[in-house]
């Protein structure tokens, strides 16, 4: 992963509902892990799509991100390995 005070962020252009996604994408490709860039290139890009199809408000974007930080609490190690078996 690129160190914070080594990331270049890119020229932008005025943000719009149809040039966010690339934006966000440009800004996020700054790793020098191949594979979390791809990762995170498909999960904007997955998120934005969903953002846009269901026209969500800010209050139940906050809602979808407390269930998923709850999710992530109450996730452990044997929580983990208990669910694979």
């Keep these: 992963m690129t160190a ?4 270049t962020i890119p020229a932008l ?3 719009t509902i149809d040039n966010i996604t690339p934006n966000t994408v440009k800004i996020n490709s ?3 892990d191949r594979r979390l860039t ?3 290139e498909r999960l904007v890009t997955h998120i934005h799509d969903f ?3 269901t026209r969500i408000s800010t209050e139940e974007w906050m809602a ?3 269930f998923l930080v709850q999710c992530g609490q109450i996730s452990s190690d044997v929580r983990q390995a208990m669910e694979r078996n």
């Design 4 to 7: 914070p005070d080594k990331v």
């Design 13 to 15: 252009l005025d943000l």
């Design 30 to 32: 700054q790793s020098s």
């Design 38 to 40: 791809y990762l995170m």
């Design 51 to 53: 953002a846009r199809e």
């Design 64 to 66: 979808g991100l407390v």
